[in-house]
């Protein structure tokens, strides 16, 4: 009875946790974005170059080293950008390792290579290329994760979305990115209402089967919802002249500052790339 | 199944990036066509409904609790290439702004999940569903086995996509550099899972959606299954609708105002505004102007600019009643009749065209009458 009724509540509010997790994200991001540190200070086209030239050589590099600098180099990103250690361990470090550590675990004992060690009870042989190979999985993950949530931590969603278009891509795929944005957060509130409006109204416990008819039908709801709130959307922007073209604005400017660290990017990504061969 | 950054070589990663580019293009040229200045609502606000989906906890045989992806009824309700854009958008906006899946990979996830979970879907939705009528038990069985092959296709592509890592990408030692499992694990490693947990997930809300959708909302199905009957009711109402009787009030409407078009002369002088530029300098107009604004009296020259649109154009019926017609009220109805017809046969002659440059009943018409 106990364990029936923990599922029930399991299934509802972790539905709707996940649905506030998502809007604390946002809300974390925002802050942080409007801070002031050496990242939010750029130019959002210089930083999206500059975390992916950090990024693609953490991905390619051959040298635990390499990886290592990358990561240093990304802690002392988001020291100089005010972004805490505290959530990066909790958003991604943890987070990561649950995930990557878990998959990377069995990777020493599988891999073919030079045995370096033998379990004592088990007898399983751990092999050199195993753990490397589960250091360099790990390593990898972690940096590229972190340099991407600094990008995102210290910028503007709507800035991510125009500097999209400095590698071309279309403008109506930027709009549709940036509007999907904003519409996410009304689904995800409307979600949000639907679950909480049901948990309040249930007293028993529901069966397997009506559990998964409360979720299907819900989904359901929120389609119906949905295709109705795009023809809102579709009439509110024909009243106000829209008839198919997509203007995006592009107001950024590039000053010293952001050449020089732009500079000091791809020069570290070469640098990368070089050594990490 | 959200392939993270590293796991995939920076190789596999362009190439996979290279083998979406043409489906995202198509895509986008085919959805463009098909839904016009819809695409962008239509897209954004169902992205955002896909990343939701993708929140859910979904209830499986068993006790335990699944996300499910939500790629099956993307593509039952909006078709391939819609579903493709989707997908994508919101799998680009949970690598970018929520983390889920990498940056680099994001080419990879978009491939497996977006292009191939659409596709698959869409075929056997539907080759299993054929011409069945939108409500028969058949359609939610194609979409229920729709998008639990969705679901594993993906999965088969993103474990073919891991299992490579180590076969060709090794340090000097021999240890690889990603996903350190070969095709011997990888597959079965990722497929268990998929075959059973996430699969069945994906049956259930897929499945599941479709029955619910054909008990409350039976014309959202119908984008895909073109030519295929709404249920009775519904189709009744429909047909009701879109025929003669659908019109009636507009027709009823049309005649009482050509009936009543002489009804104009009663009210004295002009309507307020319609003033011609000759009317500011013959008196009685400017007395007639100025007692209709509140004994303002007009301005003794006509505005320049009403002056030049004046004299730009010149209606083939001034002042509704054409020189040749001497009693005004029969002028009038002539030119109301005569407006109101050229009015209808503009709309004909704009119907014709509009079937002339996009044949077939369109799918964008068809989903504007019904949504």
Same mark, same amino acid.
């Given at each position: 009875?106990?364990?029936?009724?923990?599922?029930?509540?399991?299934?509802?509010?972790?539905?709707?946790?996940?649905?506030?997790?998502?809007?604390?994200?946002?809300?974390?991001?925002?802050?942080?974005?409007?801070?002031?540190?050496?990242?939010?200070?750029?130019?959002?086209?210089?930083?999206?170059?500059?975390?992916?030239? *950090?990024?693609? @050589?953490? !991905?390619?590099?051959?040298?635990?080293?390499?990886?290592?600098?990358?990561? =240093?180099?990304?802690?002392?990103?988001?020291?100089?950008?005010?972004? #805490?250690?505290?959530?990066?361990?909790?958003?991604?470090?943890?987070?990561?390792?649950?995930?990557?550590?878990?998959?990377?675990?069995?990777?020493?004992?599988?891999?073919?290579?030079?045995?370096?060690?033998?379990?004592?009870?088990?007898?399983?042989?751990?092999?050199?290329?195993?753990?490397?190979?589960?250091?360099?999985?790990?390593?990898?993950?972690?940096?590229? !994760?972190?340099?991407?949530?600094? +990008?995102?931590?210290?910028?503007?969603?709507?800035?991510?979305?125009?500097?999209?278009?400095?590698?071309?891509?279309?403008?109506?795929?930027?709009?549709?990115?940036?509007?999907?944005?904003?519409?996410?957060? *009304?689904?995800?509130?409307?979600?949000?209402? /639907?679950?909480?409006?049901?948990?309040?109204?249930?007293?028993?416990?529901?069966?397997?089967?009506?559990?998964?008819?409360? &979720?299907?039908?819900? !989904?359901?709801?929120? /389609?119906?919802?949905?295709?109705?709130?795009?023809?809102?959307?579709?009439?509110?922007?024909?009243?106000?002249?829209?008839?198919?073209?997509?203007?995006?604005?592009?107001?950024?400017?590039?000053?010293?500052?952001?050449?020089?660290?732009?500079? =000091?990017?791809?020069?570290?990504?070469?640098?990368?790339?070089?050594?990490?061969? | 199944?959200?392939?993270?950054?590293?796991?995939?070589?920076?190789?596999?990663?362009?190439?996979?990036?290279?083998?979406?580019?043409?489906?995202?293009?198509?895509?986008?040229?085919?959805?463009?066509?098909?839904?016009?200045?819809?695409?962008? @609502?239509?897209?954004?606000?169902?992205?955002?409904?896909?990343?939701?989906?993708?929140?859910?906890?979904?209830?499986? @045989?068993?006790?335990?609790?699944?996300?499910?992806?939500?790629?099956?009824?993307?593509?039952?309700?909006?078709?391939?290439?819609?579903?493709?854009?989707?997908?994508?958008?919101?799998?680009?906006?949970?690598?970018?702004?929520?983390?889920?899946?990498?940056?680099?990979?994001?080419?990879?996830?978009?491939?497996?999940?977006?292009?191939?979970? #659409?596709?698959?879907?869409?075929?056997?939705?539907?080759?299993?569903?054929?011409?069945?009528?939108?409500?028969?038990?058949?359609?939610?069985?194609?979409?229920?086995?729709?998008?639990? +092959?969705?679901?594993?296709?993906?999965?088969?592509?993103?474990?073919?996509? +891991?299992?490579?890592?180590?076969?060709?990408?090794?340090?000097?030692?021999?240890?690889?550099?990603?996903?350190?499992?070969?095709?011997?694990?990888?597959?079965?490693?990722?497929?268990?899972?998929?075959?059973?947990?996430?699969?069945?997930?994906?049956?259930?809300?897929?499945?599941?959606?479709?029955?619910?959708?054909?008990?409350?909302?039976?014309?959202?199905?119908?984008?895909?299954?073109?030519?295929?009957?709404?249920?009775?009711?519904? =189709?009744?109402?429909?047909?009701?609708?879109?025929?003669?009787?659908?019109?009636?009030?507009?027709?009823?409407?049309?005649?009482?105002? /050509?009936?009543?078009?002489?009804?104009?002369? +009663?009210?004295?002088?002009?309507?307020?505004?319609?003033?011609?530029?000759?009317?500011?300098?013959?008196?009685?107009?400017?007395?007639? /102007? =100025?007692? !209709?604004?509140?004994?303002?009296?007009?301005? &003794?020259?006509? @505005? #320049?600019?009403?002056?030049?649109?004046?004299?730009?154009?010149?209606?083939?019926?001034?002042?509704?009643?054409?020189?040749?017609?001497?009693?005004?009220?029969?002028?009038?109805?002539?030119?109301?009749?005569?407006?109101?017809?050229?009015?209808?046969?503009?709309?004909?002659?704009?119907?014709?065209?509009?079937?002339?440059?996009?044949?077939?009943?369109?799918?964008?018409?068809?989903?504007?009458?019904?949504?």
């Amino acid at each position: 009875m106990a364990a029936k009724h923990s599922i029930n509540r399991a299934f509802l509010e972790r539905t709707t946790a996940g649905f506030v997790d998502a809007m604390e994200h946002a809300f974390y991001a925002e802050q942080t974005a409007r801070a002031d540190g050496l990242l939010q200070r750029l130019d959002p086209r210089v930083k999206l170059l500059g975390i992916l030239a *950090l990024v693609v @050589p953490a !991905a390619a590099s051959r040298s635990f080293g390499v990886i290592a600098g990358l990561f =240093a180099i990304a802690l002392a990103l988001a020291a100089l950008s005010r972004v #805490s250690f505290g959530v990066l361990l909790k958003r991604v470090w943890i987070a990561v390792l649950l995930f990557t550590g878990v998959i990377a675990l069995p990777a020493p004992f599988v891999t073919p290579g030079r045995v370096v060690y033998h379990l004592p009870v088990l007898g399983w042989s751990v092999t050199a290329q195993g753990l490397a190979s589960a250091g360099y999985l790990v390593l990898r993950v972690e940096t590229a !994760a972190t340099l991407c949530v600094l +990008l995102v931590l210290t910028t503007p969603w709507n800035h991510v979305l125009k500097t999209l278009r400095v590698f071309r891509v279309p403008a109506v795929l930027v709009t549709i990115l940036g509007m999907t944005y904003r519409y996410l957060f *009304l689904v995800l509130q409307t979600a949000h209402d /639907m679950f909480e409006s049901r948990r309040s109204r249930m007293i028993g416990e529901l069966t397997g089967r009506e559990r998964r008819r409360v &979720a299907v039908s819900s !989904a359901g709801v929120l /389609m119906s919802k949905t295709f109705d709130l795009s023809n809102e959307v579709y009439l509110a922007m024909q009243s106000r002249g829209y008839r198919g073209e997509v203007a995006v604005l592009d107001e950024f400017q590039i000053g010293n500052f952001d050449w020089a660290m732009l500079a =000091a990017f791809a020069l570290v990504s070469i640098a990368a790339f070089w050594l990490g061969r | 199944m959200h392939i993270p950054d590293g796991y995939l070589s920076p190789a596999t990663c362009a190439a996979l990036y290279g083998g979406a580019a043409p489906f995202w293009y198509l895509a986008l040229r085919k959805t463009r066509k098909l839904l016009l200045t819809r695409l962008v @609502p239509l897209i954004s606000v169902f992205a955002a409904f896909s990343f939701v989906i993708m929140m859910f906890n979904i209830p499986i @045989p068993g006790g335990t609790t699944v996300h499910p992806l939500g790629v099956g009824i993307a593509s039952v309700v909006l078709g391939p290439w819609a579903s493709i854009l989707t997908l994508s958008t919101a799998l680009f906006i949970q690598a970018f702004f929520f983390g889920d899946g990498g940056v680099t990979a994001l080419g990879a996830n978009c491939f497996n999940m977006a292009i191939v979970g #659409s596709l698959v879907a869409w075929l056997v939705y539907r080759a299993v569903a054929g011409r069945s009528p939108i409500t028969s038990s058949r359609r939610v069985v194609a979409a229920a086995l729709g998008g639990y +092959l969705a679901i594993n296709g993906a999965a088969l592509c993103a474990a073919i996509e +891991l299992g490579l890592q180590p076969h060709y990408f090794r340090s000097a030692t021999g240890a690889p550099l990603y996903a350190p499992y070969p095709l011997s694990i990888a597959i079965p490693a990722i497929m268990i899972g998929h075959l059973t947990f996430a699969g069945l997930a994906e049956l259930v809300v897929t499945g599941g959606i479709v029955a619910y959708l054909q008990r409350v909302n039976p014309a959202l199905l119908r984008f895909t299954a073109p030519g295929v009957p709404l249920p009775r009711g519904e =189709a009744q109402q429909k047909e009701a609708m879109n025929g003669w009787r659908a019109a009636r009030p507009l027709w009823t409407a049309v005649g009482l105002l /050509m009936v009543l078009a002489p009804l104009g002369l +009663l009210a004295a002088g002009k309507a307020w505004g319609e003033w011609s530029v000759g009317d500011f300098s013959n008196p009685a107009a400017r007395q007639q /102007m =100025a007692a !209709a604004s509140g004994n303002v009296a007009p301005p &003794a020259v006509p @505005p #320049s600019g009403l002056e030049r649109l004046g004299n730009l154009w010149t209606a083939p019926f001034p002042d509704y009643s054409p020189s040749f017609v001497h009693s005004a009220a029969f002028g009038y109805i002539l030119s109301a009749v005569f407006g109101i017809g050229t009015i209808i046969l503009l709309a004909i002659l704009a119907g014709w065209i509009a079937r002339k440059v996009r044949p077939g009943p369109s799918h964008a018409t068809a989903r504007t009458e019904e949504s």
